[in-house]
């Protein structure tokens, strides 16, 4: 009799011990940019694990920074792809924000939670830093950096190499963090984005400050014309501006465009909105003149030479043209009745190319391989955002549209989170357009991804066009 009672003590025992061991949960590849090279995709982001208390059903999320290097076959899809990541036991949380490619180089810079750094604290906290990890051409890591102050560094970075250097933007709360040759020395307010250089053995060249007084972010930045040109929001009545367009804030949050010398002397700035919210969201260059795109509510956007004059929506996109000294040569709005943003742009073959979603479906298209809005949901429950569709468009230099076109395949739900871009463009060796579009879906052609308590399905699918807009082909990238 006493041998059942001790098994049964043993087993209820096992059985209370196991519902407080976490369970871990892979829920899939997020990803942040997209870059091609050498025939090579290649995509930044993070893996998610979750960690599941069995007793009390709380969920705790993770991520490891990783980009994939993803061999594509134009026609039968992906061959192959290689996962590089971070020192899991290092970071509570880390992914990576930013990929640049050379011939020789891959560069990621990743935000990153550290636990315990500070050894002399008895506390346990956590510290936001950024991180440079430089890839040889057989993904050998080279080198290794770490940008950070006393407090938290993080939020929007981008990286760039252009001419044996490598050009580095984010946002700091910490005012030691490192600055050398600074354009502005001082962090301003409780937070500033900066701008750094680096040489390609990881040493630090130059580093400044830049901001005014309220919140400002950087979301884009392009090397090229020996020339640094940086664009995102500001809320700073003394947002640093010289040699301006608009010269002063206008509404509550202005786009802005700054143009830096390769030393990180500012040579002009301006704002760019009016009197609603505009925020700038990425900028490509060709050899004379700079494009912007992103989203804006204001009625008074400044528009000129524009194929759309008026704010058709609540929020509409916008995409404008600047020489590089700062005049603006052409701009207009994008949408239709509903929703509509720009995430991505890129200026390829004498055509400018801007990408993002809508939620309009009278969202303005021509020569459209899609020319119809998207509509067909699935009875997943937890797709409870409004319905959008990704679009693709294509522009002259001088602003005129040659073609437009929604992007939906089968009904996806586009995501629609504003930390990291849905829709991202990269130019192909073969002269096509690669198309990456990050998607909670609800066709049960994508795995499940465990966040933010929800199940969701998610999956980034890559559309091979032609320079048109025409589909050659699409795979999947879970």
């Given at each position: ?210 901001n005014g007084t309220t919140d400002s972010l950087i979301t884009s930045c392009v090397v090229s014309q020996n020339h640094i040109y940086i664009t995102g929001w500001t809320m700073s009545a003394d947002f640093p501006v010289k040699n301006a367009m608009q010269e002063t804030l206008r509404g509550e949050c202005n786009a802005f465009l700054s143009c830096f ?20 969201q990425s900028c490509t260059l060709e050899q004379d003149h700079i494009y912007i795109t992103g989203y804006t509510r204001s009625p008074d956007f400044p528009v000129k030479n524009a194929f759309q004059e008026t704010l058709n929506g609540q929020c509409d996109a916008f995409v404008s043209c600047f020489d590089l000294t700062g005049n603006l040569e052409w ?148």
């Amino acid at each position: 009799m006493k041998i059942y009672v001790w098994i049964s003590i043993t087993i209820a025992a096992l059985l209370v011990a196991f519902a407080f061991i976490p369970t871990w949960n892979q829920y899939g590849f997020v990803p942040t940019d997209v870059a091609t090279v050498n025939g090579e995709i290649l995509v930044s982001g993070s893996i998610g694990i979750s960690t599941k208390n069995m007793y009390d059903r709380t969920i705790k999320m993770t991520q490891k920074a990783s980009f994939m290097q993803c061999s594509l076959d134009e026609t039968k899809g992906l061959e192959e792809a290689i996962h590089l990541s971070s020192n899991p036991d290092l970071y509570n949380h880390n992914h990576i924000i930013d990929i640049a490619a050379s011939d020789h180089l891959k560069v990621t810079l990743s935000v990153a939670t550290i636990k315990n750094r500070h050894r002399e604290s008895t506390v346990a906290t956590e510290h936001s830093i950024a991180q440079i990890t430089c890839f040889d051409e057989y993904n050998q890591m080279l080198w290794e950096t770490i940008l950070e102050g006393s407090n938290e560094t993080y939020y929007g970075p981008e990286i760039a190499i252009y001419n044996d250097l490598i050009y580095v933007t984010g946002y700091t709360r910490s005012p030691d963090f490192p600055v050398k040759n600074a354009f502005q020395e001082t962090l301003v307010r409780d937070s500033n984005f900066f701008l750094s250089c680096f040489d390609l053995q990881g040493n630090m060249v130059w580093s400044t400050f830049i901001n005014g007084t309220t919140d400002s972010l950087i979301t884009s930045c392009v090397v090229s014309q020996n020339h640094i040109y940086i664009t995102g929001w500001t809320m700073s009545a003394d947002f640093p501006v010289k040699n301006a367009m608009q010269e002063t804030l206008r509404g509550e949050c202005n786009a802005f465009l700054s143009c830096f010398d390769l030393v990180g002397n500012l040579e002009w700035s301006t704002y760019l909105g009016g009197t609603g919210y505009s925020n700038a969201q990425s900028c490509t260059l060709e050899q004379d003149h700079i494009y912007i795109t992103g989203y804006t509510r204001s009625p008074d956007f400044p528009v000129k030479n524009a194929f759309q004059e008026t704010l058709n929506g609540q929020c509409d996109a916008f995409v404008s043209c600047f020489d590089l000294t700062g005049n603006l040569e052409w701009s207009t709005y994008l949408g239709g009745k509903a929703n509509t943003r720009a995430q991505s742009c890129m200026f390829y073959q004498d055509h400018l190319y801007i990408a993002g979603w809508t939620s309009s479906p009278d969202f303005p298209v021509k020569n459209a391989t899609q020319d119809v809005f998207q509509t067909k949901r699935f009875s997943n429950h937890f797709i409870e955002d409004p319905m959008t569709n990704a679009f693709i468009v294509r522009l002259t230099p001088f602003g005129e549209l040659e073609t437009s076109t929604f992007m939906d395949y089968q009904g996806h739900s586009l995501r629609q989170y504003v930390d990291h871009p849905s829709c991202m463009l990269s130019a192909m060796d073969s002269g096509n357009v690669l198309l990456a579009i990050y998607q909670v879906a609800g066709s049960g052609e994508s795995k499940l991804m465990k966040a933010r308590h929800d199940e969701q399905e998610s999956n980034t699918l890559f559309y091979i066009l032609t320079d048109d807009c025409r589909i050659i082909s699409h795979h999947y990238l879970f």
